[in-house]
């Protein structure tokens, strides 16, 4: 049942709108929070530029990734399939280096279109064969998966070639630097220059938010998201924004394929394992609405940046694999209920109920 505003209580109305007001500024909120830890804890280490410079490169292609879900959110749909779309990509990459000795040049957008293929999939099993997201998207992580593994028997293929006196050396200079600092821009700025994948997910970032910002397309990624059906009705072409949006979220994993196998030094066949979890909770974090309709891109950089440095504060502390996990999932938990304080409503209505205040009973008699 719906409550009014008259039949939420004053102090339940207060913490609503507390809530509201944190949600709308839990990014920001949640990365000064997280860079105070690191300050307050091992701040000489945390604030070293090489920390830095690692922490958020290491992250990079998970923070692609979470570019293409925030798309696929924003539509209320949701893309489980991008770590297994990334790991395939990675093992593809990695197979054209090695053995068919292709140019990075080719490499790359060989990788795209792979993505941009398992993508189109998803978006016609989603649109077309009117599959939910969840259960159409669970079911590629599966498949996908599993064509990493059954080209790859299982084993890494590597980016490096091993000398008679043991060393390894890229076996191509130009795809070791796709995740590898290397010359760029911000030399002499920035010391020898910043990790390649930190410029491309920044670049990415950019590309999208203007795309959701400045195009029509964007706004309609919006539109299907918020109501669908007004959408529709508006003329907007539902099916193929959809269909779009899987696509590019498809393009945007085999981008971050090739990058993640670079930084490795190699494809595995376990290679962006629960990234699609990381990818998620950047996007809400940083203010995606899992109902559609509400979220930007530099929230999702904003999400990203704080579990970087998050997992960079914890690891610095030696805190375990194990409650770091515990610590990332309650963060998206209060995430979730700051985008939704009426779901804070709900819950003290639910508790009234419990202990003999029935809201129903109550509004049902002051209604008559």
Known sequence: M????ADVPNGVSNWRRTLSMLGSLQGYIGLVLVVSAGILTKG??????ANLTNAVGAF???GILAVGVTLVILTAGIDLSVGSMLGLASMVSAML???ADLSPWMILPL???AGGAMGLFNGAGTTLLRIQPFVMTLATLSVFRGIDRQISNNVSVGTQIAQDDGTLTPHSEQFQLFGTPGHNLFEGVLGAGVYYPVLAFVVVCIVFQLILSKTTFGRHIYAVGGNETAARLSGVNVTRVKIAVYTLAGLLAGFAGPIDAAYSASADPQAGFSYELDAIAAAVIGGA???GGRGTIIGTFVGALILTLLDNVLGLNAVSDNLQLIIKGLIVIVAVVLQRPDLFTSASAAVRRAFGRDDSTHTTRRST
């Open 2 to 5: 719906s409550h009014s505003t």
């Open 111 to 113: 990788a795209m279109v």
């Open 97 to 99: 280096l090695s053995r």
């Open 44 to 49: 000489d280490i945390f604030l070293n530029q």
């Open 60 to 62: 990079a292609s998970r």
């Open 289 to 291: 609405s899992l109902a």
